[in-house]
């Protein structure tokens, strides 16, 4: 299985900052990974795909990037919205496999 | 526009069984493969089950081989999934998810899910 590590967990942020939340795999996974935003009681969100592109109707401030065994996901304002939970996954075998998951929180 | 809606969950003694549907509109069903995804309390997502867009490929987690088995209904829009001999950490929120991209394994579109409670 091709294991996940996330970092941070969680962290402090303050409107208007730049957030950057990293994602390493056990193995590499060429481009095939995801990241996806979730908030307590509602249905997880597809933000960005193949590492890099853009889900439709996703906010041009979240970005992604890497290839291989590193990637990141880059918020670049953060705004009042963004604060939930982002969680990487790989998407090249099964099983498929997610990270701990990074919450967010207001400074 | 993309509707997934979960239903079926509840409390469940430990060995017994539950079926989880999963009602689909808003997309051609028959297209695209289905993933189930589930989150324990306090915990992060975990992929548990896969099945192709006509119902002939499925995958497992290793935690549920055996035990759950995916399926779907192309004529009614409808994913299942039928689990067996439930423990205490099958305790969870149950997540469908719609399959695009690569292999089908990215989950484009989500529903809200349902809680399953595994206790006696």
């Known amino acids: 299985d091709i294991q996940m590590t996330q970092s941070p967990s969680s962290l402090s942020a303050s409107v208007g900052d730049r957030v950057t939340i990293t994602c390493r795999t056990s193995q590499s996974i060429s481009s095939h990974l995801t990241w996806h935003q979730h908030k307590p009681g509602k249905a997880p969100k597809l933000l960005i795909y193949?590492?890099?592109s853009l889900q439709s109707g996703v906010p041009s401030r979240f970005s992604g990037s890497g290839s291989g065994t590193d990637f990141t996901l880059t918020i670049s304002s953060l705004q009042p919205e963004d604060f939930a939970t982002y969680y990487c996954?790989?998407?090249?075998?099964?099983?498929?496999?997610f990270g701990g998951g990074t919450k967010v929180e207001i400074k | 526009q993309v509707q997934l809606v979960e239903s079926g969950g509840g409390v469940v003694q430990p060995g017994r069984s539950l079926r989880l549907s999963c009602a689909a509109s808003g997309f051609t069903f028959s297209d695209y493969a289905l993933h189930w995804v589930r989150q324990a309390p306090g915990k992060g997502l975990e992929w548990v089950a896969f099945?192709?867009?006509?119902?002939?490929?499925?995958?497992?987690a290793d935690s549920v081989k055996g035990r759950f088995t995916i399926s779907r209904d192309n004529s009614k829009n409808t994913l299942f999934l039928q689990m067996n001999s439930l423990r205490a950490e099958d305790t969870a929120v149950y997540f469908c998810?719609?399959?695009f991209g690569s292999g089908s394994y990215v989950h484009d579109y989500w529903g809200q899910g349902t809680l399953v409670t595994v206790s006696s």
């Open positions: 998810a719609r399959g």
């Open positions: 996954q790989q998407s090249y075998s099964t099983p498929l496999t």
């Open positions: 193949a590492t890099s």
């Open positions: 099945i192709s867009y006509d119902g002939t490929n499925k995958y497992y």
